[in-house]
């Protein structure tokens, strides 16, 4: 509690001698920020639409000076900011077009958003050749920064590393009988890279626990897993992990829970935090459930000021709570407001670059600290927590939520992800 | 071989699109690369198509031609310019030289269905294979010229452009040899093609084979130029859906028509995304439905009825 | 045997699935020569209608069993208003152009049908869980399955029976029969060949909203559910020979049992098995499994 006390004091201080600093550079009036995110397809509704909804919703409040202290300075260092809509479907080839466009024909100020990791991917070294100043707001990949030094990209949450680390951290502390596990995830950067961590960092906390060798990777959006449950019913293991998100999570708790399988198995849900709140009464009880990092139903309650305000400004605007991706955004668009402040509205990319590396500033709902990948990758806390349904609220609940801070699962700075977990995760302050 | 109007008007026009390249704002530039380096496959389509062949499953050697880039660069770290165009041109070429073998047995529907059929064989195989980037794909390097690194994407709109320019100067000259004449005859009656002596199989085969090998180096073009290929964007079954509407909406009448059409593509796509981003399929597929009914002659039969009526 | 019991029921439930949807298709292409692509849009059309409905008329309070005639409605609904519009308004205007035009052109139907729904039905997903809660679930083979997913094997078989009565024990199929051999040879005979096509496209249309409409209570409905199905259903096209009702039920049933194999034994290769064995019959037999019989003509 103390040190959490105190890395927030820390990081106030920090925001405020950035706004104290700034706004001496000649301002514009206005900047356009475009933000992408899934308008089409199975991730709209679960993902693309709340993540949109949270970067309007900051946006909005920073433009009128409506952020809580200590944001509320108005504007992007003093200017209003447009935001231009995008959708982030249709493939990374078509995103990289569409990327260079923004910069080149559009001429917009800043992208902040993203939540593909393949479209991450892609776009890092786009950024880095159009020298375009980009938040990725929620993709999860580690290798963005961990395969090439970045000057221009940034990322304002934890890598999937640490959802999983944690994830498997939860389960030896919470369900220390677990024999074996067995996991379904996506068949592209997010869902390989989830569950190589996850499986790692098992065999280095469990070392007894057995791994299923038939470990589903169904293609994303695919939509019916019924022969992958089936399998998953049958093998030996009594966890079963995915790092499924939107829509495909969805229809796969459905036709899981259908079958009991929640019921025989422990479920693990890396990203569950958006079903928590769509899917009401029909999640089973008792998943482990966690939000990518500290948003959603499992921050609901933290009575920050900050954290207050997002989430009844959310329920006021949108009528239900804000899930992770809204913070997210929020979060990015945040980080976004703190560059500008520091470097002055007309900043060049490099200058805003150069005002985000390192920094660390006091979130919605968490500390971030730009610690990692040289400054440009953020570092944050991580938990879980077990899903109940509170029949007299009407709403899912989470209980036993437990954090782990980030430097217990994270690596450090210039460590690669899976030489670290692979190392025995030195280093890790738990 | 450069002495009627087509040829003049490729190769004048194409030095006048080098030379404003290089004073165009790079947006431009981009997607006049985007729209010339497609415009190849479109060149390819257009040779089948004049023969009465349409395939819905060219994004087979598209992507071929891609992943060859993508390959060459990450795995073998090559990184000049043409070694890289003629991988990718050349392995689609000798898939197209297999396949074909199939191929020139089937007319109508079943060659346009067969081709489908093909491509996502290679689709299913890449996305499910992790060393070939699965879902995700691969980011490629900028290429070099020469052994030179350049520090804009303009020597490679040189590049690109140039290729475009030969590439439409050799399929015209083929277009008026013997061979590249029975295009039309094939379409309207094979059976007398066979007997005024010529195979029909075969001619339809050559065919095939030089469109597999434009696709094969528009895709590499293409990857160049984005520097990134995945399958959803290059090999699935859309793509071959869109290049075969860039054919109908560029029209059978001339070999420039594919550069025209594809750039008016490229430029519709960016506005429908701009304009709409929840509707820009709407938006393309109404284009398309349009086009079909009522310009069914292409974006070129408004060229030459343009040209007739001020001549 | 375990496993080899639930391989079989996987296996099968997904071949229904398949089949339903490539029924539609194949007749379609049988009868007219059209590979239809917004074949998909039916699914996804049918998909939306009925969760749409069986969640309406949950909130209204409606018995849940009423879904199952949502279910029927939705699909006949969708394939009567979208298969009489389309044909009426598009295709019937292209007969005399080129068949691979009529693709593009339903390509095109594709693509912007696709984004119709977005204004239709917005881009939040929608549940319809209610059918398959209603059903239960039930143990075979060690692991609990639910009841609803058996069903579909009932339905696919329903559908397959209908076909094959239709097209060997009625008038009706005689006719099919006819134009599917030779068209011009059915005109000549006082066939109504475009009444026949209005009534083919329709049948088909239903059935491809009937796939939608009963998968429906087991997915999430989300924008984007067409793209992936067409794919399939191609294979499936493709496997058992264009324009075969016989061909779409084996080529569904090797699609559906090789995939169920694959996830159980080896799962890497779940999605390449069912290219792979489109890969195979296309080398040895282009044509597909049954093809039907092509009349010479010069």
């Known amino acids: 509690m103390n040190r959490r006390f105190l890395t927030r004091a820390l990081g106030i201080a ?15 009036d206005s900047i356009t920020i475009a933000v992408p995110s899934f308008l089409t397809g199975g991730a709209a509704g679960p993902f693309g639409i709340p993540a949109m909804n949270g970067a309007k919703m900051v946006t ?4 009128n000076g409506k952020l809580p202290a200590p944001y509320n300075a108005k504007g992007f260092g003093g200017a209003s900011a447009s935001l231009i809509e995008l959708d982030e479907g249709g493939g990374a080839t078509k995103q990289v077009a569409e990327y260079r466009n923004l910069v080149e024909k559009r001429n917009v100020d800043a992208i902040v958003g993203y939540i593909s990791s393949g479209n991450c991917q892609a776009l890092a070294p786009i950024a880095e050749e159009l020298k375009q100043f ?36 939860y389960v030896k502390e919470k369900f220390p009988n677990v024999k074996g596990y067995t996991g379904i995830n996506q068949n592209y950067a997010w869902g390989q890279d989830s569950w190589r961590d996850f499986d790692l960092t098992m065999k280095q906390i469990m070392p007894n626990t057995v791994a299923s060798d038939k470990t589903q990777f169904p293609k994303i959006f695919a939509g019916q897993y019924g022969s992958e449950i089936s399998a998953m019913s049958l093998d030996k293991a009594d966890l079963v992990h995915s790092s499924f998100w939107g829509g495909d999570l969805e229809a796969f708790i459905f036709q899981g829970a259908a079958r009991g399988l929640f019921k025989k198995k422990l479920g693990v849900v890396t990203v569950g935090g958006t079903a928590a709140y769509r899917l009401g009464k029909k999640l089973p009880d008792g998943l482990v459930l966690g939000a990518r990092g500290p948003y959603g139903i499992l921050v609901k309650d933290r009575d920050s000021v900050l954290n207050q305000w997002f989430v009844n400004t959310y329920k006021d605007i949108y009528g239900i709570y804000p899930s992770g991706p809204a913070y997210q955004y929020g979060q990015a668009i945040l980080a976004a407001k703190i560059a500008y402040d520091k470097a002055g509205s007309d900043a060049s990319d490099e200058q805003l670059a150069d005002a985000l590396r390192g920094v660390t500033f006091e979130s919605f709902s968490t500390t971030v600290e730009m610690k990692l990948g040289g400054g440009h990758q953020a570092a944050t806390e991580n938990g879980y927590g077990i899903t109940k349904y509170d029949s007299e609220a009407g709403e899912n609940v989470v209980t036993d939520v437990k954090f782990y801070p980030a430097s217990c699962v994270l690596p450090p700075d210039g460590v690669d992800s899976v030489e670290w977990i692979n190392g025995g995760m030195k280093g890790a302050k738990c | 071989m450069l002495r009627d109007n087509t040829s003049k008007v490729v190769l004048i026009g194409g030095i006048l699109i080098i030379l404003f ?4 704002p790079n947006w431009i530039v981009n997607q006049l690369m985007f729209g010339f380096s497609r415009a190849l496959a479109i060149l390819g389509l257009l040779v089948l198509w004049r023969t009465g062949l349409v395939s819905f499953g060219h994004a087979f050697y598209f992507g071929l031609g891609a992943y060859t880039v993508a390959i060459l660069d990450i795995q073998l770290g090559v990184t000049d310019v043409f070694v890289r165009l003629l991988g990718g041109a050349c392995l689609a070429g000798l898939a197209g030289f297999l396949v074909g073998f199939i191929m020139r047995n089937y007319r109508d529907i079943f060659f346009a269905m067969l081709n489908t059929a093909i491509s996502m064989v290679l689709y299913g195989i890449i996305v499910k294979t992790e060393s070939l980037g699965s879902t995700d794909g691969f980011a490629i390097s900028l290429p070099t010229i020469f052994g030179v690194a350049p520090e804009t994407k303009y020597p490679l709109f040189v590049v690109i452009t140039t290729v475009a320019i030969v590439s439409a100067l050799l399929i015209n000259f083929y277009l008026k040899t013997t061979i590249g004449r029975l295009t039309t005859p094939i379409r309207d009656n094979e059976i007398r093609v066979e007997y005024l002596g010529f195979s029909v199989a075969h001619a339809i085969h050559l065919k095939y084979t030089m469109s597999a090998i434009l696709a094969g180096g528009a895709g590499a073009l293409m990857a160049m130029s984005l520097g990134q290929v995945d399958p959803d964007s290059m090999i699935n079954w859309t793509v071959s859906g869109e290049l075969v509407f860039i054919t109908i909406l560029s029209g059978p009448g001339n070999v420039i028509a594919p550069f025209i059409g594809s750039l008016v593509f490229e430029v519709l796509r960016t506005y429908a995304f701009e304009l709409a981003p929840h509707l820009w399929q709407l938006i393309v597929g109404g284009t398309f439905l349009t086009i079909i009914f009522f310009l069914p002659g292409g974006i070129w039969s408004l060229i030459s009825k343009l040209g007739r009526s001020t001549s | 045997m375990e496993t080899f019991l639930t391989i079989l029921l996987d296996g099968l439930q997904f071949s229904s699935y398949l089949f339903i949807v490539s029924a539609g298709l194949t007749i379609i292409f049988g009868v007219m020569k059209i590979l239809n692509v917004c074949h998909g849009s039916f699914y996804a059309w049918g998909a939306y209608t009925s969760a749409f409905f069986i969640g309406k008329f949950s909130e209204m309070g409606l018995p849940d069993g009423l879904g199952f005639v949502v279910i029927v409605a939705s699909a006949i609904i969708v394939g009567l208003v979208l298969g009489f519009l389309i044909e009426q308004l598009i295709l019937k205007h292209m007969y005399h152009r080129d068949e691979v035009l009529i693709v593009l052109a339903t390509f095109g139907l594709f693509l912007v049908l696709e984004d119709v729904i977005l204004i239709a039905f917005g881009t939040d997903p929608y549940f319809a869980y209610q059918p398959m809660a209603l059903l239960d679930s039930v143990e075979m083979g060690g692991i609990v399955r639910d009841v609803y997913g058996l069903t579909l094997i009932g339905v696919a078989a329903l559908v397959a029976a209908g076909c094959w009565f239709l097209l060997n024990k009625t008038k009706w199929g005689t006719i099919l029969k006819a134009v599917i051999f030779d068209r011009e040879m059915g005109i000549s005979m006082g066939i109504n060949v475009p009444f026949v096509y209005t009534l083919t496209f329709i049948g088909g249309a239903i059935l491809g909203g009937l796939g939608g409409a009963y998968i429906a209570p087991t997915i999430s409905v989300a924008p984007g559910l067409g793209t992936e199905v067409i794919v399939l259903s191609f294979a499936v096209v493709v496997v058992g020979g264009m324009g075969s009702i016989m061909g779409a039920a084996i080529g569904s049933v090797i699609i559906g049992l090789l995939r169920a194999l694959a996830v159980h034994e080896l799962p890497q290769v779940e999605l390449f098995v069912v290219f792979a064995v489109m890969a195979v019959v296309l080398v040895f037999r282009p044509e597909g499994l049954f093809a039907p019989a092509k009349p010479r003509k010069i």
């Open chain 1, 14 to 28: 920090a925001v405020s001698s950035v706004a104290l600093t700034g706004g001496f550079a000649q301002a514009k």
């Open chain 1, 60 to 63: 909005d409040a920073i433009n």
């Open chain 2, 21 to 24: 390249g290089a004073v165009a």
């Open chain 1, 134 to 169: 980009t938040i990725f707001a929620t993709c999860g990949t580690p290798r963005i920064f961990e395969e090439a030094p970045r000057k221009y990209v940034f990322r304002t949450m934890g890598h999937a590393t640490s959802d999983n680390v944690a994830a498997a951290m």
